[in-house]
């Protein structure tokens, strides 16, 4: 199994930054990439950003390129969420997600926490 904890949200202007960290716990080595994922009210959840724990890559969806950038500390197993320019519409619920290496699939979710802009 393996845990995921979020910290780093709350409220800020449009035009301002945040930055989300994910700290991951138990067999981290079993998860080949971790990714942020955001819900929106009355949305459905939707992808921002991955990067794979050994090479780094890094994916991003389109309305975040530029804006938002994901980094990795392999020492600690942390994933952070580096949000500038934050625009209402980035208004959301985000999720710390690990892909699992076997089944390819994101198995295991944080809590998700608060991302509030105002305009």
């Known amino acids: 199994q393996v845990q995921l904890v979020e910290s780093g949200g709350g409220l800020v202007q449009a035009g301002g930054s945040l930055r989300l960290s994910c700290a991951a716990s138990g067999r981290t080595s079993s998860t080949s990439s971790m990714a942020w994922f955001r819900q929106a009210p009355g949305k459905e959840r939707e992808f921002v950003a991955s990067i794979t724990w050994s090479a780094g890559a890094t994916y991003y969806v389109d309305s975040v390129k530029g804006r938002f950038t994901i980094s990795r500390d392999n020492a600690k197993n942390t994933v952070d969420l580096q949000m500038n320019s934050l625009k209402p519409e980035d208004t959301a619920v985000y999720y710390c997600?690990?892909?699992?290496?076997?089944?390819?699939?994101?198995?295991?979710w944080g809590q998700g926490t608060q991302v509030t802009v105002s305009s």
């Open positions: 997600a690990a892909r699992d290496t076997y089944s390819n699939i994101y198995r295991y």
